[in-house]
T-cell receptor, first 111, second 114 residues
Framework: GQNIDQPTEMTATEGAIVQINCTYQ??????LFWYQQHAGEAPTFLSY????GLEEKGRFSSFLSRSKGYSYLLLKELQMKDSASYLC????????????FGGGTRLMVKP | EAGVTQFPSHSVIEKGQTVTLRCDPI?????LYWYRRVMGKEIKFLLH????????ESGMPNNRFLAERTGGTYSTLKVQPAELEDSGVYFC????????????FGPGTRLTVL
């Protein structure tokens, strides 16, 4: 089976930087995804990592270490609209194309 | 380009009734997935279609759930008869497949079984 852990809640200040961690255990790792989900809306794709290292997309970056089973999502220059849940999901070669999700991290950005 | 759409957005039914959820994937996406999030839990996989064929239905909870994708376009997920524990948000996602196979999600259908 797979186990994906991420913090339940985080709070940060507008304009600051926040790092959301995700650890996973999987037998046939084949990619890690980050999604953003505002309440009542569709999870929106943010990033994909399959090789070690940092992927940067504007204010958002995602890092992966396969040897440590660890990823983080880094959000810079936080804006109020970044308040949302952030979902970490892993794809496993031994489980087809399905994604296995963590419970999500609810981020609150305060003025 | 239109995203993944789902209908209805909300459904409230009584235990024992039947409900059918619909998903329209992004045009051209052969891969279609159903997921479910029950209260307080993480999103969990239900099944995966490639065109009209069921590729993986290992996540379907029991035989009260029936998914179809006739013609390989839209998909339906029928729950019959519904039970209280079926309450949750049902998400559909679609993708092109291939290496990255990013899955694009719809807004979900919130199902409440009373």
């Amino acid at each position: 089976g797979q186990n994906i852990d991420q913090p339940t809640e985080m709070t940060a200040t507008e304009g600051a930087i926040v790092q959301i961690n995700c650890t996973y255990q999987t037998s046939g790792f084949n990619g890690l995804f980050w999604y953003q989900q505002h309440a009542g809306e569709a999870p929106t794709f943010l990033s994909y990592n399959v090789l070690d290292g940092l992927e940067e997309k504007g204010r958002f970056s995602s890092f992966l270490s396969r040897s440590k089973g660890y990823s983080y999502l880094l959000l810079k220059e936080l804006q109020m609209k970044d308040s949302a849940s952030y979902l970490c999901a892993v794809r496993d070669d031994n489980a087809g194309n399905m994604l296995t999700f963590g419970g999500g991290t609810r981020l609150m950005v305060k003025p | 380009e239109a995203g993944v759409t789902q209908f209805p957005s909300h459904s409230v039914i009584e235990k024992g009734q039947t409900v059918t959820l619909r998903c329209d994937p992004i045009s051209g996406h052969d891969n279609l997935y159903w997921y479910r999030r029950v209260m307080g839990k993480e999103i969990k996989f239900l099944l995966h279609f490639v065109k009209e064929s069921k590729q993986d239905e290992s996540g379907m909870p029991n035989n009260r759930f029936l998914a179809e994708r006739t013609g390989g376009t839209y998909s339906t997920l029928k729950v019959q008869p519904a039970e209280l524990e079926d309450s949750g948000v049902y998400f559909c996602a679609s993708g092109l497949g291939g290496g990255t196979d990013t899955q694009y999600f719809g807004p979900g259908t919130r199902l409440t079984v009373l």
